[in-house]
């Protein structure tokens, strides 16, 4: 679906934005693997999230779906059910790699993970090499892809160093960990998302983080009432850039996650004089089991270029093509480094952000580990390919109402694999 967004005057009024993505998963999973039932409420509804409300089905799981709530019957942390066929992950990323570290402890029992054109381009290699140290059997296709065959077998606890900072390996580790002989312990460069550690907190497993390393150990069962998902700041962040980029703006977002993990973005924003005001969680020490929330005030204002370091990339990660939207309007030069893990999303965020808004007028340029975009005042506009990639359209949708002549987004239609009202809601605050 191609669908043309023109420049708009000024955007204004209040906003919640959709449950969040990441955490929404989470719930799902633990839900499945916990021994009472689970009440979920305010449960994202969107492709990514549904293809796990399915494939924990498919595992045994009963799955009652009521008006704003889920409540979810496990089977337990170790007797998921081998189901006949394939689970299909669909173009779920956050469902490829945390569900083998369940899988792989199903002692004697056997799983396929399958998806969509995207998901088999998407390496599953991070999250085999660490399981396979645990002892887990597991078969890619070429060494590093999907369909992957999972062969469930008794593991035991490892200490490990991620590479890069991801939230998806350290959660699929320590999801194994639970069920591992001992102790096992993840470090990693850089801080990432700590949605799993804290809602394991909260179903009594035992579990600390010291500085960057989390160390789980071996559990009985998970124990978790209920999960309250709050909204999601990867989406309401395509609404603060569009408040913040718009001149005479002023947009109240609320009920935003601001977990330190997950608002790195509005710590690049606010360092480039963009206006966004709300209680922010500080640096965390030890492990906490609540998800801190807060209303945003956004404003327009004249925005500074800035250079984000590695050690910002994991805060911000999915962001950060907003960064270089952002950009495009600031003084100056905005540099975005560490981040090669954006090569391997639904796209290869590096090209497609880079090509798309060179396309509507950008001086930008990749590197192999991020992007150079060069301040000119603006985006005169054109045509942006989604590319399958739920927040390339987004990004371009934005592009187009902060744009001098309009943007169309060519794949609009994918943005609902995240924010299946994302049209509606941001047409919904022009004034």
Same mark, same amino acid.
């Given at each position: 679906? %191609?669908?043309?967004? !023109?420049p708009?005057?000024?955007?204004? /009024?209040?906003?919640?934005?959709?449950?969040d993505?990441?955490?929404?998963?989470?719930?799902?999973?633990?839900?499945?693997?916990?021994?009472?039932?689970?009440?979920?409420?305010?449960?994202?509804?969107?492709?990514?999230? %549904?293809?796990?409300?399915?494939?924990?089905?498919?595992?045994?799981?009963?799955?009652?779906?009521?008006?704003?709530?889920?409540?979810?019957?496990?089977?337990?942390?170790?007797?998921?059910?081998?189901?006949?066929?394939?689970?299909d992950?669909? %173009?779920?990323?956050?469902?490829?790699?945390?569900?083998?570290?369940?899988?792989?402890?199903?002692?004697?029992?056997?799983?396929?993970?399958?998806?969509?054109?995207?998901?088999?381009?998407?390496?599953?290699?991070?999250?085999?090499?660490?399981?396979?140290?645990?002892?887990?059997e597991?078969?890619?296709?070429?060494?590093?892809?999907?369909?992957?065959t999972?062969?469930?077998?008794?593991?035991h606890?490892?200490?490990y160093?991620?590479?890069?900072?991801?939230?998806?390996v350290?959660?699929?580790?320590?999801?194994?960990?639970?069920?591992?002989?001992?102790?096992?312990?993840?470090?990693?460069?850089?801080?990432?998302?700590?949605?799993?550690?804290?809602m394991?907190?909260?179903?009594?497993?035992?579990?600390?983080?010291?500085?960057?390393?989390?160390?789980?150990?071996?559990?009985?069962?998970?124990?978790?009432?209920?999960?309250?998902?709050? /909204?999601?700041?990867?989406?309401?962040?395509f609404?603060?850039?569009?408040?913040?980029?718009?001149?005479?703006?002023?947009?109240?977002?609320?009920?935003?996650?601001? %977990?330190?993990?997950r608002?790195?973005?509005?710590?690049?924003?606010?360092?480039?004089?963009?206006?966004?005001? =709300?209680?922010?969680?500080?640096?965390?020490?030890?492990?906490? =089991?609540?998800?801190?929330?807060?209303?945003?005030?956004?404003?327009? /204002?004249?925005?500074?270029?800035?250079?984000?370091?590695?050690?910002?990339?994991?805060?911000?990660?999915? !962001?950060?093509?907003?960064?270089?939207?952002?950009?495009?309007?600031?003084?100056?030069?905005?540099?975005?480094?560490?981040?090669?893990?954006?090569?391997?999303?639904?796209?290869?965020?590096?090209?497609?952000?880079?090509?798309?808004?060179?396309?509507?007028?950008?001086?930008?340029?990749a590197?192999?580990? /991020?992007?150079?975009?060069?301040?000119?005042?603006?985006?005169?506009?054109?045509?942006?390919?989604?590319?399958?990639?739920?927040?390339?359209?987004?990004?371009?949708?934005?592009?187009?109402?902060?744009s001098?002549?309009?943007v169309?987004?060519?794949?609009m239609?994918?943005?609902?694999?995240?924010?299946?009202?994302?049209?509606?809601?941001?047409?919904?605050?022009?004034?």
């Open positions: 679906m %191609n669908v043309r967004f !023109e708009a005057a000024k955007l204004a /009024g209040a906003l919640t934005p959709p449950a993505k990441s955490i929404s998963h989470r719930a799902a999973l633990l839900g499945a693997m916990a021994s009472e039932p689970v009440r979920i409420h305010n449960y994202l509804h969107a492709a990514d999230t %549904n293809s796990t409300l399915q494939a924990v089905h498919d595992l045994g799981a009963l799955v009652e779906v009521h008006d704003g709530e889920i409540v979810m019957r496990g089977t337990g942390l170790r007797d998921a059910h081998e189901p006949e066929g394939t689970i992950v669909g %173009n779920c990323g956050t469902l490829l790699r945390l569900l083998p570290g369940w899988l792989a402890a199903q002692d004697g029992r056997r799983f396929s993970l399958d998806g969509d054109e995207s998901i088999r381009r998407r390496p599953v290699d991070r999250v085999a090499i660490p399981l396979r140290l645990m002892g887990a597991l078969a890619e296709t070429e060494g590093r892809f999907v369909p992957l999972i062969s469930g077998k008794r593991l606890s490892i200490s160093e991620l590479p890069v900072a991801s939230a998806q350290k959660s699929c580790v320590l999801l194994a960990g639970l069920t591992a002989d001992g102790t096992t312990t993840v470090g990693e460069p850089s801080l990432s998302r700590d949605h799993t550690e804290r394991l907190l909260r179903a009594g497993v035992s579990i600390h983080r010291h500085g960057r390393h989390v160390t789980v150990t071996n559990t009985d069962e998970l124990v978790l009432d209920e999960v309250v998902v709050p /909204g999601d700041p990867s989406s309401a962040a609404m603060i850039t569009a408040g913040v980029l718009i001149a005479g703006s002023r947009l109240l977002i609320k009920d935003v996650s601001v %977990n330190w993990t608002t790195g973005f509005l710590r690049i924003l606010r360092r480039m004089q963009g206006i966004v005001i =709300g209680e922010f969680e500080e640096e965390p020490g030890e492990l906490c =089991g609540q998800e801190p929330t807060s209303d945003l005030d956004v404003a327009a /204002g004249a925005l500074e270029g800035t250079v984000v370091t590695p050690e910002e990339v994991p805060a911000a990660i999915d !962001e950060l093509p907003l960064v270089a939207l952002l950009g495009c309007f600031a003084e100056g030069e905005t540099i975005v480094r560490g981040a090669q893990e954006l090569r391997v999303k639904e796209s290869d965020r590096i090209t497609t952000v880079v090509q798309g808004l060179r396309g509507l007028g950008a001086d930008i340029e590197t192999d580990d /991020g992007f150079v975009v060069r301040g000119s005042g603006g985006l005169p506009g054109g045509v942006i390919d989604a590319h399958g990639d739920h927040r390339l359209a987004m990004m371009g949708a934005v592009a187009g109402l902060a001098r002549e309009g169309q987004v060519n794949g239609d994918c943005a609902a694999v995240s924010y299946p009202g994302f049209e509606r809601d941001i047409r919904g605050l022009l004034r």
